[in-house]
Each structure stands twice: as C-alpha cells, then as structure tokens.
T-cell receptor, first 115, second 116 residues
Framework: KAGVTQTPRYLIKTRGQQVTLSCSPISGHRSVSWYQQTPGQGLQFLFEYFSETQRNKGNFPGRFSGRQFSNSRSEMNVSTLELGDSALYLC??????????????FGPGTRLTVL | AQKITQTQPGMFVQEKEAVTLDCTYDTSDPSYGLFWYKQPSSGEMIFLIYQGSYDQQNATEGRYSLNFQKARKSANLVISASQLGDSAMYFCAMREPSSAGNMLTFGGGTRLMVKP
C-alpha cells in the first residue's frame, strides 16, 4: 500500500505570494492533518480534516487554510507569505475509526522557503 | 506549560548497545495516547510505537519498547541493539481526547547519533 504523498517536495516563493500544498493520504484513510515544523517552534499542529470538514484547528493566523476533497486528498494554502512561513510542512493521514488507537502516518513533507 | 518534554537534545550511543530516550508528559485527561516517531534527515516522520493510557502492558515493536510509568507521567523509548540507521531525530507525541479530533502535541525531540 502506498504511503502518504506530498507535492511538491520543495518550493521557493517570495514574500507576499501565496502557495498551495497537496497531500494524498494512504488509501482508505479518512483523516488528514497538517503540521508545520520549524527550528524555532518545533512541530506545530495546523489543522485536521475529516470527511471534507475541518475538525480541529491550531493556533495559526487566517492566512493558513485548507480543504479536503471527497477522495480524502487535502490541500493547504498559505496566502501573503511571510519570511517566517519558511518551514517543513508535514501531512499525516489516519483511518479515524477508533480515536483512542488512531495512528497518524506522515508524508515526506514539503519544504517551503520564502525569500 | 510544556505538555511534552524531552530533556535530551542530543545523545550518542555505541552501535549494538541499548539506549533510552526520555519523555515526560502533562495531561489531566484520564484517556490519552502516546506516540514515538523517528525523523531521519530526509524529513519524513516514521511511526515507531504507540501506548494507550489504559494499556496494562508496555508496548513493544521489534527493537523498540516503551517504558510507560503512568504515575510518573513518563513514556521513555528504549531502542535495543542500536544500528547506524537509527541515527535520527526522535519525537515523543501525545493525543488527548479533550482536543477534538486527531491533534498531536510534540516534544522538542532528541537527536540520536549511533557511533560505529
């Protein structure tokens, strides 16, 4: 079974631009979560989508948004990019059948550099 | 307050020896899950092991075991017979049911370096 895939793997943008990152979950997984990883802040939860609905959101500004499609694929968008948005963005998927034992499996990440 | 604390920023271990990576957590929920992930330099987070708060036995997965001490709120990862490929960042994470959905809270990580 294929793992979580993320595209693109690397991205360079300039301040003020917007960017869209894509995540394809493991087949059969219904939940997709996004995380931002930076050297200063570590790993931080952005949001989770389940059945095309945002189920939970982390403490990030409204410039960060996402969506999930009917096939569980997810995209996240960052508008008006700032230098501080440079990070590794990780997507994780899970079955979301039993909350207690649900395990998230991560993709390889998209490394975003904002110049 | 930090919910997940990993006090060892970096550690060395000799190849073939065992190593323990520390993790303490803080939660008032009686039901929670604890996870360990490995992150090689490539960036991908690899799931290693899971421990539920109600599990009576310590979790084991191959060379990985979790030393779960609930009263002390610690969930240390033990890697037996270290291999060079074990060199990576290791993250402890927790999911609390009081947070809706699947949100994981991560510790700061421990960089493990295996010496030949």
């Amino acid at each position: 079974k294929a793992g979580v895939t993320q595209t693109p793997r690397y991205l360079i943008k300039t301040r003020g631009q917007q960017v869209t990152l894509s995540c394809s979950p493991i087949s059969g997984h219904r939940s997709v979560s996004w995380y931002q990883q930076t050297p200063g802040q570590g790993l931080q939860f952005l949001f989770e989508y389940f059945s095309e609905t945002q189920r939970n959101k982390g403490n990030f500004p409204g410039r960060f948004s996402g969506r999930q499609f009917s096939n569980s694929r997810s995209e996240m968008n960052v508008s008006t990019l700032e230098l501080g948005d440079s990070a590794l963005y990780l997507c994780a998927s899970s079955l979301a059948v039993a909350v207690d034992t649900d395990t998230q499996y991560f993709g390889p990440g998209t490394r975003l550099t904002v110049l | 307050a930090q919910k997940i604390t990993q006090t060892q920023p970096g550690m060395f271990v000799q190849e073939k020896e065992a190593v323990t990576l520390d993790c303490t957590y803080d939660t008032s929920d009686p039901s929670y899950g604890l996870f360990w992930y490995k992150q090689p330099s490539s960036g991908e987070m690899i799931f290693l092991i899971y421990q539920g708060s109600y599990d009576q036995q310590n979790a084991t997965e191959g060379r990985y075991s979790l030393n779960f001490q609930k009263a002390r709120k610690s969930a240390n990862l033990v890697i037996s017979a270290s291999q060079l490929g074990d060199s990576a960042m290791y993250f402890c994470a927790m999911r609390e049911p009081s947070s809706a959905g699947n949100m994981l809270t991560f510790g700061g990580g421990t960089r493990l370096m295996v010496k030949p």
